[in-house]
């Protein structure tokens, strides 16, 4: 299985991957990492871990169809077959996921539907959590369509909210799941058990 990335910031669900699959946990092949961000984390580690690393955005290219284009090709250039976007705050562009329809995962800090869509990423997730008084939240990955945080549920992890907890703590405690639990559903695909569409 054939991996891309796409991450905008520090990119530790990345790490975790990148690692899984370089001890064998993973039977995966990482590919080649994408950034909108050129000094992002993500890039770091990808060269760090000898993966190649790619920046674009609007400011290589200043057209958003062009964008979208140079990021196809380059996913297609490296052979990639499953696209994970890790920590990414763009919108994936319509050719790319048409191209990778149902090959394109994400993974968000809730139990989705719940506190996701446009506007709940990061720590504004867990902010809204607490303020719901929620006993539990989790992480979420799912596959990629046209709207935020909407595709298709692939895999969860539940993480309870603690007394006394803060954004900060909450965030650290899910975070640590999101890991686990992005690598746990690559390796449920690359086994078969979860079937992904052209795979």
Do not use: W
Request: proline share 4%.
């Amino acid at each position: 299985m054939q991996l891309g990335f796409l991450a905008s910031h520090r990119g530790t669900n990345l790490q975790a991957i990148l690692d899984a699959c370089k001890t064998g946990r993973l039977q995966a092949r990482p590919r080649v990492v994408i950034s909108n961000n050129s000094d992002s984390g993500a890039l770091q580690r990808a060269r760090k871990m000898g993966v190649p690393a790619a920046h674009l955005s609007t400011y290589t290219h200043s057209d958003l169809g062009a964008l979208d284009g140079a990021i196809l090709a380059i996913l297609q250039a490296y052979g990639v077959e499953v696209v994970c976007l890790a920590g990414y705050m763009k919108r994936l562009g319509p050719r790319t996921l048409a191209a990778y329809r149902g090959r394109v995962l994400n993974i968000h800090p809730s139990l989705l539907p719940r506190f996701g869509g446009q506007g709940f990423y990061g720590d504004v997730v867990h902010r809204a959590v607490l303020a719901a008084g929620e006993r539990e939240t989790g992480a979420t990955v799912h596959l990629v369509d046209e709207e935020y945080d909407h595709g298709q549920v692939l895999d969860q992890v539940q993480v309870p909210v603690e007394p006394g907890d803060s954004v900060e703590t909450l965030s650290a405690r899910v975070l640590q799941q999101e890991h686990r639990l992005y690598v746990r559903t690559l390796q449920r695909i690359a086994a078969g058990e979860i079937e992904l569409q052209g795979l």
